[in-house]
Nanobody, 123 residues
Framework: QVQLVESGGGLVQAGGSLRLSCAAS????????MGWYRQAPGKQRELVAN???????NYADSVKGRFTISRDNAKNTVYLQMNSLKPEDTAVYYC?????????????????WGQGTQVTVSS
């Protein structure tokens, strides 16, 4: 069974920083795209940033220059360093990953979500 576990959310003042972590566990062979989405109250879930196993990254325009995504492929972990936080960054942040898993006889691919971690930025 594959699982994503997030940590690092919390309450911070505007202009502050937080670092989110998401670790994947299970019988994992490889993780392709891994990244972060967020959902604010009354709004749709949106992509914040993601990165491929090859090192390519993609950011939402609203976070470019402030957030940095990084991966530790050996640890199946993705990080989101969030600097210069704004009240509009307040949301539940979800980790998402495309994971290849299974056994030596059978391999499967699935898209997985973490449970979400709350980020609140006060003005």
């Amino acid at each position: 069974q594959v699982q994503l576990v997030e940590s690092g959310g919390g309450l911070v003042q505007a202009g502050g920083s937080l670092r989110l972590s998401c670790a994947a566990s299970g019988s994992i062979f490889n993780i392709n795209t891994m990244g972060w989405y967020r959902q604010a109250p009354g709004k749709q879930r949106e992509l914040v940033a993601n990165g491929t196993s090859g090192g390519s990254t993609n950011y939402a325009d609203s976070v470019k220059g402030r957030f940095t995504i990084s991966r530790d492929n050996a640890k199946n972990t993705v990080y989101l360093q969030m600097n210069s936080l704004k009240p509009e960054d307040t949301a539940v942040y979800y980790c998402n990953a495309d994971i290849i898993y299974g056994t030596i006889w059978s391999r499967y691919e699935g898209n997985y979500w973490g449970q979400g971690t709350q980020v609140t930025v006060s003005s």
